[in-house]
Each structure stands twice: as structure tokens, then as C-alpha cells.
């Protein structure tokens, strides 16, 4: 289920939360409320959702929406920490948000974990598009080949492979036009565990 956006993230999300304090489903209307949507534009994630297997609904029926698998999403949240470049190194700006999508992603809910949004298209060979979120697992320590949150002794932050070689760091762009960085320090933030594509 990790092809799930964020908004059918955040839908799925309210559902869970207003079953497990009133123990029945929403109405079409109560989510459009709670969300601030409108009715239209629940049924569209609704469909989406069903057809992507997170939940069913009995057609006709009051009350019918029913979360496929009980344990979906059942975790606080991810938090959503801000940008960070695929492409030209760019200031890492924190956010308040978060997102529920551990479970989704079958992450460990024991590890720490934030999301980044990313610019730029330099990792596109590995399925990282412009726009959209990354997983990061919070570390301080990278091997080589890995895709890292990288941050520059200029205190900007960018997306790239690891590798440590003599007398410096490689940072590898997974596109073929552009070049490495090069540098003799980094500072790593996370390494990235999952990628989620909004619509």
C-alpha cells in the first residue's frame, strides 16, 4: 500500500480515528466536515482507497465504510520536517505537519522517522520525483550506496548515494545528466527508507 498519497493517507487516517472513538464509521458528510472538503471530493478518495484495498463499503448502506486491515495505520504519525533538494542544495525549512503512513510503508514504528518533501530531479533513476515525499530514518552514520539526507558544511541540505572515498565523499545524483558532489565533510540526517508519490 505504499502507492497511497498523502491526502488518501490523511482520509484513511480521519476514518480510523472516528471508528476508534465512537466505535461505527463516518458518513460521507462527517469526513467532508472533519477534513474541510467537500462531499465530492471524499467519494473520489473513498473510490480511490477501496480500489487500492484499504477499506470497503457496502453500496446503499449507512455507516458501511470498514477498514480492511484493523492494524492500518495505527501509529501516531510521521512528521513532515519541510523540502530537501534533488538537485541543487537547498535550506532544510521545518514544518508542524504530520502524516500517517508508517504502517503503510511497513517501517519500523519503533525507529524515528520524518518525511521530507523533495525539489529537483537528480534522483530520478531511483524512482525519487519531483514532488514527492520521502521516508527518512533518523542516523548519523551511512554506508556507501546508500540514498542519504545530506547536510553541506554551508548548512544546506540535499538527496543523494553515499560513498566515502579517499579523502572525501561522493554525493551521487541517480541521473545521468548531472555530476557528483564532491566534498571532505558532510553531516548525515537520515537515510531514506520509502517513497510516497502525492497525486
Known sequence: MSNLTPNQIRVAGFIRDFMEDREYAPTLDEIADGLGVTKPTVQQYLAALEEKGVLRRERYAHRSIEIVDP????????????????????????????????????????????????????????????????????????????????LLPDGNATLKRFYREKRRIRLQPANPDLKPMYVKKVTIQGIVRGVVRPL
Do not use: Y
Open 71 to 150: 492494524e492500518f495505520m495505527r501509529t501516531a504519525g510521521t512528521p513532515l520536517l519541510g523540502r530537501i533538494a534533488a538537485g541543487r542544495p537547498i535550506e532544510a525549512v521545518e514544518t508542524e505537519e504530520t502524516i500517517d503512513i508508517d504502517d503503510i510503508l511497513d517501517l519500523d514504528s519503533g525507529r524515528s522517522q520524518f518525511l521530507l518533501q523533495v525539489e529537483g530531479n537528480s534522483m530520478i533513476e531511483d524512482g525519487i520525483l519531483d514532488g514527492d515525499f520521502v521516508v527518512v530514518e533518523k542516523a548519523k552514520k551511512a554506508e556507501n550506496g546508500q540514498t542519504v539526507v545530506a
